[in-house]
């Protein structure tokens, strides 16, 4: 099955700092979801992106499919935004996103 | 529109018993997929669920069971507990097709 890799595992920031995480993927897929994991465990959508850039606010994502890579940009970073972040990917061919693989995760510090 | 809502949010067994988990999907989604979080593991799929019938599996002993109903709401089974199932159980919903799932809570579950 596809493999999903995360970079880096652990990042601290001061706040205002701007940050990159990097998700790499093993094989052709028709899903790239970007979470965020809150403290009490739940997984919160960021981005639905299969190839191309996205923004919202101050995160935005890039996914090139071809290389097979998704970059997900923090600017202005502040202290809400620790946490940790997942890739998570869908091989391509499926019929449903519903069997996602994840990364290990970016585990993201912001101090004040 | 309500999200995905799982109960119970935690619950703590001993070794040997069993558990069922329950999953509410948003409101028109007939895709229910349920993932298991654990600190050395990570987030791993546990299977998928679409119209009552199970569309994808992950590599999980049999001990790891569910269902889904008409409603689409669906039911995870743990038999026979052992100390490693202690995980997050997240389960996801999505609309039918090509459809990015959203997560619930999770149940957190304790076996000592």
């Known amino acids: 099955g596809i493999q999903v890799e995360q970079s880096p595992p652990d990042l601290i920031l001061q706040e205002g700092a701007n940050s990159t995480l990097r998700c790499n993927f093993s094989?052709?897929?028709?899903?790239l979801q970007w979470f965020h994991q809150n403290p009490w465990g739940q997984l919160i959508n960021l981005f639905y992106i299969p190839s191309g850039t996205k923004q919202n606010g101050r995160l935005s994502a890039t996914t090139v499919a071809t290389e097979r890579y998704s970059l997900l940009y923090i600017s202005s970073s502040q202290t809400t935004d620790s946490g940790v972040y997942f890739c998570a990917a869908t091989n391509a061919g499926g019929t449903s996103y519903g069997k996602l693989t994840f990364g290990q995760g970016t585990i993201l510090t912001v101090h004040p | 529109k309500a999200g995905v809502t799982q109960t119970p949010r935690y619950l703590i067994k001993t070794r040997g018993q069993q558990v069922t988990l329950s999953c509410s999907p948003i409101s028109g989604h007939r895709s229910v997929s349920w993932y298991q979080q654990t600190p050395g593991q990570g987030l791993q799929f546990l299977f998928e669920?679409?119209?009552?019938?199970?569309?994808n599996k992950g590599n999980f002993p049999g001990r790891f069971s569910g269902r889904q109903f008409s409603n689409s709401r669906s039911e995870m089974n743990v038999s026979t507990l052992e100390l490693g199932d202690s995980a997050l159980y997240l389960c996801?919903?999505?609309?039918?097709?090509?459809?990015?799932?959203?997560f619930g809570p999770g149940t957190r579950l304790t076996v000592l």
């Open positions: 094989d052709s897929v028709n899903n």
């Open positions: 996801a919903s999505s609309r039918e097709g090509l459809a990015p799932p959203f």
């Open positions: 669920y679409f119209s009552e019938t199970q569309r």
